[in-house]
């Protein structure tokens, strides 16, 4: 089986940081794509940015040039750094990874549990 345990969210003024981690552990050989999305609530659960194996990133609008999204592959860790967060940032982040279990086996999507993140004076 495989896990991805997320840490970091909390309750932060706006214009504040916050850094989350994602590491995922369990049955993996490879894990090509990891990603952070949030659901706010009465909405659906959106891409916040993604990152390839090799280092591609790609971002939401709401979020370019504020959220920097980086990975360590030796401890299949994926981190979210926030900076300069807004209230309309306020949602549950999840992580995401999709993970192939042995060689030339398929991939497979698995999510975290989700992380509070709240943007308030």
């Known amino acids: 089986q495989v896990q991805l345990v997320e840490s970091g969210g909390g309750l932060v003024q706006p214009g504040g940081s916050l850094r989350l981690s994602c590491a995922a552990s369990?049955?993996?050989?490879?894990?090509?794509?990891m990603g952070w999305y949030r659901q706010a609530p009465g909405k659906q659960r959106d891409l916040v940015a993604r990152?390839?194996?090799?280092?591609?990133?790609n971002y939401a609008d709401s979020v370019k040039g504020r959220f920097t999204i980086s990975r360590d592959n030796a401890k299949n860790t994926v981190y979210l750094q926030m900076n300069s967060l807004k209230p309309e940032d306020t949602a549950v982040y999840y992580c995401?990874?999709?993970?192939?279990?042995?060689?030339?086996?398929?991939?497979?999507?698995?999510w975290g549990q989700g992380t509070q993140v709240t943007v308030s004076s």
């Open positions: 995401n990874a999709n993970v192939q279990k042995y060689y030339r086996g398929n991939y497979y999507s698995y």
């Open positions: 369990g049955s993996i050989f490879s894990i090509n794509v």
């Open positions: 990152i390839t194996s090799d280092g591609s990133t």
